[in-house]
């Protein structure tokens, strides 16, 4: 079975541009949540997204937006990427609840 | 400000020996709790969940205290495979996770 998928795998930009991560849930998973994680600490949980509606979002700006499709999977939005945006970008998707969640590869953003 | 704190380490043990690692809480409403696993540059994988009547898998057994807000995660039998970074995880019914920032255990021959 495919586990949850993010896309791209690396990504550099420049500040002030913008950055679109994409990511597809485990099939069957209706909930994806979006984390940040910089070296040496844990993820931060940026926002959760279950049958298309936000259910928690984390503290960050609001240039970080998200949102998710009919089929489940989920955009991540960020703009006016600053130098600290520079992340492992997670996505992990669930059954729904706050059970357990199952992370994707993530996408390492880099930003100079 | 709900937090969740761990020690960072590293945890440096032998083969064969059996660590501990402690995560306490602030938020009292938190009902889900969670140990997660992560090696180096690689995503979260799930190691178990935590239930109010402790948890055990093998080699490796959670408990929660509530009264004292902590969770544990026990490694009996250490293997080399299980260096890694042990990620705990609180969430309340706010639907917002806290994870603590891991431990890190090297197993060493």
């Known amino acids: 079975d495919a586990g949850v998928t993010q896309s791209p795998t690396h990504l550099i930009k420049t500040r002030g541009q913008h950055v679109t991560l994409r990511c597809s849930p485990i099939?069957?998973?209706?909930?994806v949540s979006w984390y940040q994680q910089v070296l040496g600490q844990g993820p931060q949980f940026i926002f959760q997204y279950y049958e298309k509606e936000e259910r928690g979002r984390g503290n960050f700006p609001d240039r970080f937006s998200a949102r998710q499709f009919p089929n489940y999977s989920s955009e991540l939005n960020v703009n006016a990427l600053l130098l600290g945006d520079s992340a492992l970008y997670l996505c992990?998707?669930?059954?729904?609840?706050?059970?357990?969640?199952?992370f994707g590869p993530g996408t390492r953003l880099t930003v100079t | 400000r709900k937090e969740v704190e761990q020690d960072p380490g590293p945890f440096n043990v032998p083969e064969g020996a059996t660590v501990a690692f402690n995560c306490t809480y602030s938020?009292?409403?938190?009902?889900?709790f969670f140990w997660y696993r992560q090696d180096c540059r690689k995503e979260p994988k799930l190691l178990m969940s935590v239930y109010s009547s402790g948890n055990e898998d093998g080699r490796f057994t959670a408990q929660l205290n509530r009264a004292s807000q902590y969770i544990s995660l026990l490694i009996r039998d250490s293997k080399l495979s299980d260096s890694a970074t042990y990620l705990c995880?609180?969430?309340?019914?706010?639907?917002?996770?806290?994870f603590g920032r891991g431990t890190s255990l090297i197993v060493h021959p």
């Open positions: 938020n009292s409403a938190s009902q889900s």
């Open positions: 992990a998707s669930s059954g729904g609840g706050m059970g357990e969640q199952y």
């Open positions: 099939s069957g998973h209706k909930s």
């Open positions: 995880v609180e969430s309340g019914g706010s639907y917002i996770p806290t």
